[in-house]
């Protein structure tokens, strides 16, 4: 009987971690589909900073893969980027801001992406 209700534990906490990794990769999946919709002109479905508006702009879109430079960017910073626009951060006006278009969830789900993207870790 108890080791039953050992494997009934262990069935329910494996079953409760699958949920967890359904809903990362959920979240990472509309990430995917919010950065292709408003990311990709500028920063490219590369997401190296070589979108089709970027020959055209007088400051280069940051490029996502750059694990340095995105690893040197607290989770703060990329939010508030994201949130504020370029000026928030003290950066080019020409990297819009997101507010009122993307929620704070939204934007979290991005910022967690872009570790993706980037191969760095929150921080
Ligand atoms: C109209 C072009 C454009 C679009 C669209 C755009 N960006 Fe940017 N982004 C820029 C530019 C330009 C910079 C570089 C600003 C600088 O270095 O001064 C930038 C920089 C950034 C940075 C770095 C900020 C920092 O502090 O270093 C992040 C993060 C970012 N963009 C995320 C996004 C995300 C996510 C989206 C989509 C929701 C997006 N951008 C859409 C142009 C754009």
Redesign the pocket.
Known sequence: MKRSLNYLHVAIALGIAACAMDAARADEAHAVK??NT??????GVNRD?N?I??AN?A????D?TDTK??GD?PDE??F???KGG?LA?S??V???K?EG??SDDE?KE??AY?RVVSKTTAK
């Open positions: 919010l950065y408003y990311c990709v002109q500028c920063h900073g979108g508006n970027s702009m400051v280069k879109p940051r996502h430079a995105m960017t910073t990329l508030k980027a994201i370029g951060v950066k080019s020409l990297m819009p997101w278009v993307l934007i991005l910022v872009l």
